[in-house]
Each structure stands twice: as C-alpha cells, then as structure tokens.
C-alpha cells in the first residue's frame, strides 16, 4: 500500500467527513470488487457449482480457523484476556435481539407488505435479522480498523450462537409443530446449537485463548505461524470469491415482481433501523474504540447470505429470503460507506 495511502487510512477518524466516505467508498469496492469476479468465474464456469461445497468446507473449517488462530496468537494488544467475552456477550445480544425484533416486525407489518405467511414472516426474520459479518466486514476492519479485528473476531463467535439457537428456532418453528414426541425443549434446543458449538472457528478461537492464557505461544514454531498465516491470508478472498458467485446464482433465481414493499421493509429495517440502535449503544455505554469500531462496522452491513441456505434447508419460503438479502446487499454498496462514516463521526473514532 503507499505511504499516503496507509497515512489517509491510519488518520481517517480526523480525516474531513467527504474524505472519510470518498476512502470508504473505494475500499467497499474494492471488497465487491472480488465478489464480483466470482461472479464472472461462476458465469464463465471456472468456479462450478459442484465446486461450492468442497470450497465452502475448506474456507470454513480451514482457512477461516487459521485466520482466527493467527490473529489472536498473534495480536499484541490481547493483554488482558478477562474481558475476551465482552464481544461475544455483544454480538449474541445484537443477533438475538435483531432476529426477534424482525420477527416482530414481521407479523406486525409483514400482512401490509406482502408478508401474509407465516414461512414468508419467518424468512424474513432470520435474513434480515443478522447482518453480514464475516467476508465484507472482516476485510473492511483490516484496512481501517486493524487493531479492533481479534474483537471482530470474538463478536462473530457470539453472532454465530445467535444464528444457530434463536435463528434456527425462528426459521424452523413452521415445522415443528409435531416436535414435541421428539424429545424435551432443552434437549431440542441444544440439537440446534450444536453445530456452533462444535464448528472449526468457534474451536480455533477457543484453542487461541486457552493458548495465550497459558503463554504458549511464545514457544510454537516459526515455521508453523508462518504456515498458518499463509492459510489464513487465503481465506478473505476465497470467501468473497464464493460468495460472488453464490449471490449471482441467487441473482438469477430470485422473483423480483410485486417486490417493491417487502424491499423497502427490509432496507428499513436492517439498513435504517438497526444501524441507529446499534450506534446509539455503542455511543451510550461502550469506552473502548475497538468495541465501537466493531459494531461501528456491523451497524453498516447488510443482510448475510448463509440464511438463505438455511431457509431452504428448513424449506422456508426461499423468495422472501432472497429478496431481503440481495436487495440489502445491493444497497449496502452506498448505505455501507454512508453508515460507516456517520459511525466514525457520532463515536469520534
């Protein structure tokens, strides 16, 4: 990167409103920028269909657990590790709050909008309820705000709890209405949680922890922090590339007739509405910059794609889903700088 460059971004929170929102601009997309050319990989078929699951399983259970262990094994300002689950704690509380509330919304506007059904309320609770917080605003912290991305981190290890307990309980109540023979509630919504509990990134964050708890990593190889660095460098592009290519698929199958309302709901709701709640929280009870930069960063997000995966998994209504994430998406390449630089002025960061 030049020197400008890396000076206009280090002093970007003093920088002048335009130059901070002209400097966010270019860096979303040049994040889009990826997604798009794997959207041009899909279309030309150098990236195929069949090539998703094995990819995605790699990213996930691979890549991504090396950037995690590399970043908190390495990061010199994890010094003090009591306060490792203050992220967490905000990033389930957020998840969880904003699935349930856009469940609310949901049944209370939804029959105005086009909502009338109760898979249609449901899909768009848990897409628009949870943002984007892996590929987009892991690259975005990166470059601005590098020293806050182990807190991303641990955030994201909360948001993803949140998806697999409250998000799945919202997509999948439509079908368990004879659940109750299965077995008790606690067991059913531990059956549920499960998958986060167990998931490669949530094991190499805890194994980072218990690592620098225990001051082992200052005697682990070279050799090997450089391997799982080069792992771990891999695994933001692999993801964009992915996800550009899974979202031009979605491009192509989603309904967009009589769409307008359910569009603007979602927009409303998850690029209006959330964004000034969770600034006003952080403005309101959070001191340390890294925690503002992180929900400064997920307040800008839009929708995430993986709910749509599950809202088919659930056999939810997959129309809903896609017209909330990839309208959100879609704005998110102006409401994402525009947030992002309102963050960084109203918490002075």
Same mark, same amino acid.
């Given at each position: ?14 920088? /002048?409103?335009?130059?901070? *929102? ?10 889009f920028?990826?997604?798009g050319?794997?959207? #041009? ?11 998703d *699951? ?22 010199? +300002? ?9 992220? /967490? ?12 509330? @856009?469940? *609310? ?13 109760? @898979? ?17 605003p ?9 020293? !806050? ?19 799945? @309980? &919202? ?28 998931s ?17 990593? +200052? ?18 592009p ?11 698929? *979605? ?14 709901? @979602? &927009?409303?709701?998850?690029?209006l ?10 403005? !309101? ?13 997920? =307040? ?20 809903? =889903? #896609? ?6 998406? &879609? ?5 994402? /700088?525009?947030?992002?630089? &309102?963050?960084?002025?109203? #918490?002075?960061?």
């Open positions: 990167m030049h020197v400008g460059m890396m000076l206009a971004v280090t002093d970007i929170a003093h920088a /002048p409103f335009w130059f901070q *929102f002209t400097q966010i601009v270019a860096s979303v997309l040049g994040v920028l990826i997604m050319i794997g959207a #041009l990989c899909r279309s030309r078929r150098w990236l195929s269909r069949d090539a *699951f094995s990819l995605a399983k790699i990213t996930a259970n691979v890549l991504m657990p090396a950037l995690f262990l590399d970043r908190i094994l390495n990061d010199p +300002t994890l010094n003090s590790l009591s306060s490792a689950w203050v992220p /967490p704690v905000f990033g389930f509380g957020f998840t969880a709050g904003g699935l349930v509330v @856009a469940l *609310f919304v949901a049944r209370l506007i939804g029959p105005w909008v086009g909502l009338k059904t109760d @898979a249609q309320q449901r899909a768009f609770a848990i897409c628009a309820g949870i943002c984007n917080y892996g590929y987009i892991l690259p975005l912290c990166q470059i601005f705000y590098p020293s !806050a991305e182990v807190d991303l981190i641990l955030h994201n290890v909360g948001v993803d709890l949140a998806l697999w307990s409250v998000g799945i @309980a &919202i997509v999948s109540g439509a079908n368990d209405g004879n659940s109750a023979a299965r077995g008790s509630g606690v067991w059913r919504w531990f059956a549920k949680i499960l998958p986060a509990l167990t490669a990134p949530l094991i190499a964050v805890v194994t980072a922890l218990t690592i620098r708890t225990l001051g082992w990593h +200052t005697v682990i190889p070279d050799s090997l922090m450089k391997s799982i660095g080069m792992m771990a460098g891999a695994s933001i692999m993801g964009l590339l992915l996800s550009g290519a899974i979202i031009i698929d *979605f491009l192509k199958s989603a309904d967009w007739n009589g769409a307008t309302r359910v569009i603007c709901l @979602a &927009i409303g709701f998850r690029q509405l959330m964004p000034v709640i969770m600034l006003g929280v952080a403005g !309101a009870v959070l001191a340390e910059p890294e925690m503002k930069h992180v929900l400064l960063l997920q =307040a800008a997000m839009p929708s995430a794609v993986f709910p749509i995966v599950l809202t088919r998994l659930y056999q939810g209504d997959t129309t809903t =889903a #896609l017209r909330v994430v990839l309208s959100t998406s &879609i704005a998110g390449l102006f409401l994402i /700088p525009l947030w992002m630089s &309102i963050g960084a002025w109203w #918490l002075g960061v």
